[in-house]
């Protein structure tokens, strides 16, 4: 059994160490190829030809936090649902009413987080 | 079994060459980690090289659409060679760190994204017995390497220390992680009818094609499939008129190249999952399946061309959507998601279990089974209809009296009638 984990698992290792390789290989070509003549003014930050006011690296807008919390919540969610899709005809009328009872408590808290404006964007 | 020239060949055209060096090797330990080895070398070399391709076929149909010529001076008529020309010539630029950039995340995203495109196809087959390994979590594997690249916008933004760079890599992290939450859940219709996550059993399923049978589920990872690889309409993380080109906008040269040629292979594999998945991959109403039965050696091949006909199909798809539709903003994108999207998702997947399990289904054929969940997913497809016209009726409306409202205070004030003292005032 572990053998054959590590028998079905041994080509995306290759291929992993493979893209590893191209992925390493494209800079250093480049940086071979390529001039090297860094100027304070060309490692300056872009912005829009201005002088840069401050660090970029501040706080963020909370809205981007809320989303990334109802993704938590969906992707536990989703995690629970895959077997059971995978299981599907197994489980039999047990596994159905099981799920759609579940599911009705979950699409209940959509319902709330929705109506509490979580997913209003301003 | 000995080595002959001429039978290797014949495999090779077959693509049955991998069974052929078992056959001449025998069973010895280095045997299947070297054919690995080539399959790996192989893909990675056709995903590198196939993006040359695409980038001139996406400029030219695009051009196409608008009216224009699009690439038509280097290497002939069409120009085919215009790609080759802009890769070399990204290769020979200079190589800049911004002296503000935290260096290891700044220059370990752009490795990381072309990493996880290329691990991706490992689990797509090509053709019937060629594919990287028939994980039996084939699509749960896709899943979690395609969302390495959210790890690697967020290190392109936050290294960059660029406020565009920041607020682009915020937008495509809100966008990915969005649209990934649709996304798994219109697989799950696949994986339930299938049973399975191993791509070949999805394949094998598909006696009627999924996209005949759930048309709603496909239509819903075909959006998402959009924003996933950040294209058209759902291109904001990179809107160049307002954010420049957000999270990549401090990489230049090969660098970007690389984030590039990600978002190129990112967007074939996403055509050649779809094909996969929904229209039935190397399928061809069971012609293929002639390798082993009928004995026809060409049937390998000729699922190879039918799937990549399907894979290419879909492209075009991409690229017309690109050329059709314009961008979103950002409020829209999200709440298309989570307001439409996310529900409708969920409906769906509640709906086709619940219809598979009708008494009346255990008995039916595998062609009668199809139509009755196609009859259910046209008639969520109404119902989702119609709540949209109530809902765009109620908005118009509420718009109508907004606008009412404002004419009748503006006509009370216009010049003509202005009250005395304002006119005094003059």
Redesign the interface.
Known sequence: MENQILVDYLPLAVLLLIAVIIAVIIPVLSLNLGPKRPTARKQAPYESGMTPIGEAQRRFPVKFYRIAVLFILFDVDIILLVPWAVSFRELGYYGLVAMLIFMAVFIIGDVWVWKKGILEWE | MSFGILEFLKSLIDLTVFDYMRGVWGDQRFV??VL??I???V??TFC?LIVIFLIWLERKVIARMQDRIGPNRVGGKFGLLQTVADVLK????????????DWWPY?LA???I??AS??M??VLPFAPGVL??D?NIGL?YVLAVSSISVVSLLLAG?G???????LGA?RS??QL??Y??PM??SL?VP??LA???STIDIINAQTVPFILVVPISALIFFISALAETGRTPFDLLEADSEI?AGFH??YG???F??FFLAEFIGTLFMSGLFATVYLGGYRLFGLEEFVTGGGWALGRLLGLVVFFIKMFAVYFVFIWVRGTLPRFR??QM??FN??FL??LT?AL??MV??V??LPFMASLGDVSRAGVHLFANLLLGLVTLEILRRFARKQRMAQEEKLAARAAVNSGSEPGNLAPEAVAAH
């Open positions: 299947e980690p690995d080895l399959g790996a070398l893909v990675s590198l990204l290769l020979s630029k200079e190589m800049i760190t911004p002296a503000a950039a220059n752009p490795l990381l072309v990493i290329l691990l196809w490992a990287g390994v994980l749960f936050w960059s220390n660029n406020k565009y760079a920041l915020y992290i809100a992680v969005s990934e939450v798994i859940l799950l994986i339930l049973s399975s996550m420049v906008i401090e040269g090969m660098k190249g690389m950002i409020d999200l709440n989570w307001k996310v529900p969920l997947v509640l279990a619940v598979e399990k």
